[in-house]
């Protein structure tokens, strides 16, 4: 029976505060916390709250065939359990239907694997750890940061026991095959590979309401149509996509929420077709074939790879220097700085100092609090300076 | 087209943004197909006529070979010099010591030049204007205010339309001590042009708002950059860790001189061995050069004077960062000039250029902490000039006079097809029989 996968990424960064070279030595309060409630509370109005109430809604319409994945990023969880105890609980709500399938990623949203092993993995256990406190889950499914995947990565997640893995379907591994199958990593022996169908994901996700798009306006009867023409027996369809999308992305007006309540019932309207969770999906089905990806691949921008954060020697340059301070900062073993300095780790603000795209002003702006990738490097690199600082002048907590 | 241009100095002598401008965009303008006939004032005694200056912009400095396509379209412009001692940015004071202590120029000619400034603009004018009796043209295209009385002149001569290029304004110069016959100057050429040209959307917004011109009369074309061969000379003269920051425009008000000296003194508190450079001159260098001592930073602070041709090419090639502090700046051709150098720019926000320009770093002129820590953090990060430098060079190539010249002549054609109209209406009008 083919299977569809509906999994929500939710990520908010700690916007950093600007820190100008002055401020070196005297701030070591690197978060906007201003600005991070006034977004917190937006997204909460606009996507999280009524997303979740409309989502508990359907899931209990459908007495349990309607099932969704999340992964919620440890910096999204911070700020929700510092200020939003509302938008926890109505997560912890649609945990306790066992419906919905909470998935593990970097607590940090970090690219720590590229760079940390031992970082990566301590990071990965402290989201298991606060995944199973909150929603009283331990999570088989492992997704990475902006679905960055590689053989490297598949081969350690498996290592720290994970069942699934999830990554971008991209032509890069797939060829000719279809994305919408399970896979076997190359190198793993049981982990399985679940891979995002972009084009159905990016129906909704970027042309919803895209009013030029061929196919405008998308109802859920039209998208199920699309789905159920997809068959076979070994079918899992993946659709993994951001879940500001319904609200935030995509605005209230753009009959987005119509169509997310819409959606369970028409799918679900054809006899063959269920909803599964990651877990289900893998459990449920056997791997089509192989897939080798020595290269990192990601689910950003049409090139698919880790150019958005790593593509220029700005990028490369504030990666470096952050990640040159793990060895110094373990060794003071100073509980303070090692939160601050995974604060720094999420991807985000790495992302901001990207120049693909600038001159052209895309979506990279829309998502960009800086007026350049240049403020953003510069903000960065002074908060480091900062950081490291720190670690030099600390004595260590043991001393 | 045939245009009539009041413009300003052509190369090698050039001492700002609105000579560099006027020569590009009429390098543009050529190309395209455009006659031009150049008028400019040309004060030295030994006044070059046409055919003396042009192998002066025909054979390039570098003597590398330039495009045939280039040299033939050069062969489209004629050049006027009237002789007269106006200037670009000249102002009365300045004009005062010329005529007193004019390199023997006034023995020769004593009773040639205006008796002040405004006088001599008006002389000049009158001259300039004059030529329009003598050849035939489509449209007239004036470059500031110096340039109003000659294009006014030439336009009640023939009746042609005419554009009014807007490259600064009083208001910009001089701040708030705006001189009230040049403001007046400015005015009578702004509300009599039939199209104003401005040089940012900054300068559209004061034109608007300060002489109550509507919008729709003024449209903005950016001012853009050429490249000349000679530069590739100069490529390669950074060296060392050694860190230098150039200043380079006139030492005046409108250039903030006084902010780039301010933020200096921040800077060698953090980082001593870094070189300041003030390159130009202007009304306020003493008053600078006083502070620099006072600040007891000159050890690291050098004052050049005034550059010019290689001398420019040269300092930028040496400079690590170059700042343009201006506290109004309609435009600022400099920053792409740097950028020609692969020199990473700080610009003012209330800058022109600053609207066109993404690959830049941007303060407001009086935050001299932020200046400097920007400065810090560039000097510190070589990963940052690096990109920005790269990126800088891809924006320039779409930065072009050409693309500007096209711009222009879409203006030319709207401008000359409306006056057109209305001088039909006009002779509709005479053409009916009027009663005795």
Known sequence: MPSICLYFQIHQPCRLRRYSFFDVGHIHNYEDEIENRRILDRVARKCYLPANALLLKLIEEQQGKFRIAFSLSGTVLDQIERGRPDVLESFQRLAATGCVEFLNETDSH??????????????????????????????????????????????????????????????????RRSPNHLYRPAGCRKLKLLLR???????????????????????????????????????????????????????EETGIFTFLSDLPGEILRHPEFRFETPVEAAAGHDPAGEIDCPEPISWADEERDTSAWLGNAMQQDAVQALYKMESALRKRKDEGLLKRWRALQTSDHIYYMCTKWFSDGDVHRYFNPYESPYEAYINYMNILDDLSQSIRNSKGESS | MHILMFGWEFPPRMSGGLGTACFGMTKGLAALGHRITFVLPQAEATSAPFLNLLPAYATPVSSVEREEREIESLHRLTVNPIPSLLAPYLDGERYRELTLFGRGRLQDSPFVYGIDLIAEVIRYGKAAGALARRISFDIIHAHDWMTVPAALLARRISGKPFVLHIH???????????????????????????????????????????????????????????????????????????????????????????????????????LPDVTFVMAGAGNMMRQMIERVGELKIGNRFHFTGFLQGEEIERIFSLSDLYIMPSVSEPFGIAPLEAMLYDVPVILSRQSGVAEVLKHALKVDF?????????????????ALMDVMAEKAREELRTIRWDTAAERITEIYQETVKVSKRDLGERADFKSFPMPQ
Request: aromatic share 10%; charged share 30%; glycine share 6%.
């Open chain 1, 197 to 251: 169908n972009y084009r159905l994901s990016d129906d909704v996700a970027f042309r919803f309401s895209d009013r030029n798009g061929v196919e405008h306006p998308i109802t859920a009867a039209k998208y199920a149509h699309w789905i159920h023409r997809i068959r076979g027996k070994e079918t899992v369809i993946n659709l993994f996509m951001d879940y500001e999308t319904f609200g935030e992305h995509q605005w």
């Open chain 2, 168 to 270: 600064s304004l009083e208001f910009d110069r001089s701040g708030d001590n705006v001189n009230g016959a040049i403001l007046a100057m400015e005015r009578d050429g702004l509300e009599a042009a039939d199209r104003v040209i401005a040089v940012s959307h900054r300068t559209k917004r004061m034109i608007v708002e300060r002489f109550g011109i509507p919008p729709e009369k003024v449209s903005v074309v950016y001012n853009a950059v050429s490249r000349n061969e000679a530069q590739r000379l100069y490529r390669t003269e950074r060296t060392g860790p050694q860190k230098m920051v150039l200043f380079l425009g006139r030492i005046t008000f409108q250039k903030g001189p006084d902010y780039f000296v301010e933020a200096a003194a921040k800077v060698l508190k953090v």
């Open chain 2, 366 to 382: 009086w935050d001299t902490r932020e200046l400097a820590a920007k400065i810090i953090t560039v000097l510190k990060h070589p």
């Open chain 1, 110 to 175: 970090s690219l720590a694997f590229l760079f940390s092993p031992r970082e990566f993995k301590a990071q990965v256990l402290l989201h298991r750890a606060r995944i199973r406190d909150l929603f009283d889950q331990d999570s088989r499914t492992f997704r990475h940061t902006e679905l960055i995947y590689s053989n490297d990565l598949a081969i350690a997640v498996e290592k720290l026991g994970y069942a699934v893995i999830l990554a971008e379907g991209t032509e890069k591994v797939l060829g």
